[in-house]
């Protein structure tokens, strides 16, 4: 376990070490080596006052704000998503009447409705979550449509026989049989997030990780540039593992804890 | 005794692709309190159907059920069903105590019914594991935990559809013996609906056989075996052997040797003329019980 845990990434570490040799060898500024990049993003995040854990203005200005809007957006879609989708998912006429517009909804590519929100909202944060919810709604939405339907027919005939109150079959049945597949809505989701929270601030924002990217790129500032998708790769993991760390121990009572990360594809 | 249940001229048609299929043809008959009574019938006769009705599963098209001397409407307020599917009837995100305490939440407060369910899983010899969660459990475990929620619930009538079909035969044993202790103990009141001969006159304090699809009661025999069981010396015994006898013989189309007459002559020949149809497909049923036995 543990040292396949080392070795995992200690492979990391290779790819790293030979990405800096070859950027070091071709010294081209569009390819900063990583450790100019780690040098950069330590002066940007990590510069600050200690009383401040040494976290930088900017950490304020721009990661907070994204990392903030992220979260709000994706908890948002994530409540609507689970109460609408377990509300289909036990209706069949919901689920005969609403089924080809919720297919419809989720073929629609997420950042294609951004221009709709920016006439709506204009720039700022109202679009950016209107953009990461709408846009993140529909994995969960259907995933816990599917878990909540898919909860077997000798257990509704027990809770039926034992006559087992609304709520407590809402909260004691239906939700925890949903779980493992609503679980796997929020994972698709949140990858989601985190695109459409750099999309939306690509296009409509004054502040912000994705806003600072397209700083950098007209500033020709390249390890600022590389430095900021580097962030968006340790956010997304972390998030990730946070996810994951939730989503374990609340399935803990399934039986195999086989917990790959495997992007289950809404609806399936 | 009182009578607990009284089923009169219960009838059930599911609506089919081509009319209706009339499963159930009009059944009759009481079960006493603190009886055990078994249902057997040929495959697909509707046994199922019947002991979902008086759950109130399903609406019978027509007929009526008494509980207890009231009419029964909808789901009955203390009924409890095991099913044959033990582990998708039990709640794999519970353990097994809080599966035995779940449909208690609803009457009980915390401590009672974590009593009563710790005093449920006592009665089937399961008050270590409380704390596992059912896939942990072996088959046969598992559908004691169903039938301990089942006790812990206090019903006035315990109903079981097929409960010991989908374990092995020893741990049948086991479970049937389980059964007759547990209710015994507790003058329960339990309708068995099973496939097995042996086992419906193992159990049994009557034996109900159903005749095919409509089906209708085709004898109600009275079980003349001791209450006390034996798994060995029971199943020797000649009052056995003859019971099983004369089961199997009315399932396949026979006409009762009425000590205890059917309820009416048109029945009996009813039942003939579809048992009749159903013979064969019984034989072969029951040829392969009798290799997993
Ligand atoms: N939901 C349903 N819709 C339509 N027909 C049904 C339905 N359930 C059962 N039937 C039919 O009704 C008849 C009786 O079914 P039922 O399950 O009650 O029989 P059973 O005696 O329990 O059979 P088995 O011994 O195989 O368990 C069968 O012919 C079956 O096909
Ligand atoms: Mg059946």
Redesign the interface.
Known sequence: MRNLFLRRWALFAALVAAWEVAARLADNPFFPPPSEIAGTASGLWLSGPVDRLFLSDAVFSDVLPSVGRLLLGWGLAAVLGVALGVAIGRSPVARHYLGPLLTFARAVPPPALVPVFLVLFRVGTPMQLATITLGVLWPILLNSADGARSI?A??T??A??????RA?WIL??VL??A?PKIFAGLRVSLSLSLVLMVVSELVGSTNGIGFKLLVAQREFDFPQLWAGIALLGVLGYLLNTALLTVERRMLA???RQEFVVKPTTAGD | MPTMLEVTDLGHSYRAKDGVHEAIGGVSFTVDAGELVCVVGPSGCGKSTLLRSIAGLISPTRGSTTLHGSPVQGVPDDLAVVFQDYSRSLFPWLTVQRNVEFPLRRSLGRAERQARAAEALDWVGLSGVGGKYTWQLSGGMQQRVAIARALAYRPALLLMDEPFASVDAQTRFELEDLLLRVTREHASTVLVVTHDIDESVYLGDRILVLSGAPSKVVADLTVDLPRERDQITTRESEAFVTLRSETARLLHGGRPRSTKPVTSANQAEDGQTVASRWADAERAETGRRATTT
Not at chain 1, 160 to 165: A, D, E, K, L
């Open positions: 077997d000798t257990k005939d027990t039926v026989v034992f006559r087992i109150p407590q004691g049945v925890p049989g779980l009572w399934q039986p």
